[in-house]
């Protein structure tokens, strides 16, 4: 049957209207189909670094950026023939290196002594280096981490597994589960023991304050 030809022409536009529509459905699904999976991607990605538990979950930067102060030594003897080595010398709250100390020990007491007036904060030093406060493990990675000798903060417990085991000779670190803390060249830093109050100090005796059982470790070559 013929249509006459202002019937024709109204089909044909209704044709082309719908066949355009229907292509404008098929281009708006296959951009959500494309965006779906970016957007899933972006709220997926923040899980990972946030998994500490009550702990900034800011990333600190690598040793080379931190600034230490300059190092202080003394001029002592060394008796290397025997296995020991000198003895860092405490004036008032400041330790000061020997002199035939290694650079990275050197590193590590100045790193301390930066910190050693600062108050005691349950996950300080975890979360960045510069902190306004530090806790026993935080300390113990800041002062490591001033002597390049640690990246990445540990927690006490993972001190335990930190180096090489046993005592070293110019460093050794005491760790448990709850609590760490270290002797570098004869003096104690830690963040307990301190009869004024709790944070990071140097102290002249080495035995532990905080009571328990330590894994000892160190610093492989120190």
């Not at 202002?6 to 229907?22: P, Q």
């Amino acid at each position: 049957m013929q249509f006459a030809p202002g019937v024709a022409n109204f089909a044909a536009r209704r044709s082309s209207t719908a066949a355009l529509l229907l292509a404008a459905l098929v281009a708006v699904a296959a951009t959500f189909l494309v965006a779906a999976p970016l957007a899933s991607a972006k709220k997926a990605l923040p899980g990972g670094v946030s998994a500490r538990s009550g702990i900034a979950a800011e990333v600190p930067e690598s040793t080379e950026t931190t600034e230490v102060p300059g190092t202080e030594t003394v001029e002592t003897e060394t008796e290397y023939e025997t296995g020991t080595v000198a003895k860092a010398r405490l004036v008032g709250t400041r330790a000061v290196a020997p002199a035939g100390a290694p650079a990275a020990v050197k590193r590590v007491i100045a790193a301390a002594n930066h910190i050693r007036t600062l108050p005691y904060i349950w996950g300080g030093g975890h979360g960045r280096w510069q902190d306004s406060g530090y806790d026993c493990s935080g300390a113990v990675s800041y002062a490591l981490h001033g002597g390049r000798l640690l990246t990445s903060p540990l927690t006490s417990g993972s001190f335990e597994r930190f180096g090489e085991a046993g005592p070293g000779r110019w460093i050794s670190i005491y760790a448990n589960a709850s609590h760490a803390y270290m002797v570098v060249a004869g003096l104690r830093f830690d963040t307990a023991g301190d009869t004024s109050g709790t944070g990071p100090r140097w102290h002249p005796t080495t035995a532990a304050a905080a009571s328990g059982r330590y894994v000892v470790r160190h610093p492989i070559g120190y």
